[in-house]
């Protein structure tokens, strides 16, 4: 049992930490500024901002938030380094103070959300991303707003708290589509357990229609087909075909791009093993007229003979990149951060087991809170899906989840807990 004085020297000293690791996250975005990392995929994520009203064909297929985020970036620093380094710092600042909040949210004593915030900030895959610009950088942080608005509705109940829940998590999708399984196992979730009236359904549908329905109609007339969380056929042909390449004739425009997963060694300094596509020098042709629309895009990806032996070995390939992989670009081992962030990589398994066992331990006695549940389900979905070929980067929005699962299963349950995060199922 810890004594109330114990208690106030570990928030004292949780609070000490916090302000340690949010100057630490504003120091990583100066000392290494992220225009000085425009290459491949941030390079792409910057010229999309400025296209964002003429996009080229990667601008049609990412998702559009991001892109809207680095259109009003530039437009507010004049593309000036310090700003765009003090910008970027701030919201790496902000990002785990949104788990914090959400850990308040479901109940967590001030002093475990304290250590949630403190873990956050000091993980190093968490804060050395924030020196590129890649999707994950305002991914992280939406997901923490929507986890906090989550569990603000599980207290609240009322109608205005449920669309604050469908606003954000349609955010966190409009950033990036494989946060939906998430997404919709909170939603669900809430919808479940506050047994909540269909004018809710009718209204958070209708919000979430408006929120989708520009991007929809930009895609509509720039790919001939509505992809409102962006196109998802290049990268599933890509993984599909088993090539490593794909190279795209869409229309007049012409792109082309490999996985950087097929440079990684996910298993180093234990085993050179590499998946099989880095051997060969493959790559799969696409020739997409957009009067078509959808229609060559899934002649194309009908058109892959691929037996069911190269499905497996992909989907095994792919459990072995999430489990392992390092996170390309922010393992650059030649800086301290990424460094030390390439070889904590190993951790994340380890963790995910622990997290797991108490987890299912919970289920096991009927008792399904609504964090084990959700980060469970999504941790399986990233682990086991075979649509994409998995990078370590992929990794990166399940990392902050898997440390608020673990402060929830360490830490003493509090009374009311069980009352507002869970629903038990009882069986006749």
């Not at 804060?127 to 305002?138: A, D, Q």
């Amino acid at each position: 049992m810890i004594s109330n004085r114990d208690g106030k020297s570990v928030g004292r000293l949780l609070i000490a930490l916090v302000v340690a690791g949010s100057l630490l996250h504003l120091f990583v975005c100066f000392q290494h500024n992220p225009l000085d990392y425009l290459f491949s995929d941030p390079l792409r994520h910057w010229l999309n901002g400025s296209r964002l009203f003429h996009p080229d064909i990667m601008g049609m297929s990412d998702p559009i938030l991001y892109q809207i985020y680095v259109y009003i970036l530039r437009g507010l620093t004049g593309d000036n380094r310090y700003l765009v380094a003090l910008a970027c710092g701030m919201l790496s600042v902000i990002m785990p103070w949104t788990y914090y909040r959400a850990g308040r949210e479901f109940d967590f004593s001030k002093n475990g959300a304290l250590m949630v915030w403190a873990l956050i900030a000091w993980t190093p895959s968490l804060f050395t991303i924030y020196h590129y610009l890649t999707i994950e950088t305002l991914l992280l942080p939406l997901i923490g707003l929507s986890l906090w608005m989550t569990g603000r509705f599980m207290r609240k109940g009322n109608l205005d708290a449920w669309l604050a829940v469908v606003l954000c998590w349609t955010l966190a999708c409009l950033t990036k589509a494989t946060v939906v399984p998430f997404a919709a196992v909170c939603l669900l979730y809430c919808w479940c357990t506050k047994r909540c009236r269909i004018e809710y359904a009718v209204t958070g549908l209708l919000l979430a229609i408006m929120l989708l329905l520009p991007n929809a109609l930009r895609t509509r007339h720039y790919l001939g087909f509505f992809a409102p969380l962006g196109n998802s056929w290049i990268v599933k042909i890509q993984h599909y075909s088993g090539a490593r390449e794909i190279k795209v004739e869409f229309g007049a425009n012409k792109c082309g791009f490999a996985s950087p997963s097929v440079a990684v060694q996910p298993l180093a300094p234990l085993s050179p093993w590499v998946i099989r596509r880095t051997w060969e020098e493959t790559a799969v042709h696409v020739k997409i007229d957009p009067a078509n629309g959808e229609e060559d895009w899934r002649r194309a990806y009908r058109s892959l003979d691929v037996s069911w032996k190269e499905r497996s070995r992909q989907l095994m390939e792919n459990i072995l990149l999430f489990s392992f992989a390092p996170s390309w670009p922010d393992s650059n081992r030649h800086e301290w951060d990424g460094w030390v962030t390439h070889h904590l990589r190993w951790l994340w398994l380890p963790l995910i087991f622990f997290v797991f066992d108490c987890n299912f331990l919970e289920f096991w006695r009927r008792q399904f809170g609504l964090i084990p549940v959700a980060v469970t389900i999504f941790t399986l979905f990233l682990a086991f899906q075979n649509i994409a070929t998995m990078e370590g980067r992929y990794r990166k929005p399940l990392e902050p989840l898997l440390l608020i699962n673990f402060v929830w299963c360490i830490m003493p349950a509090v009374s009311s807990r069980q009352a507002q995060t869970s629903c038990s199922i009882k069986t006749v």
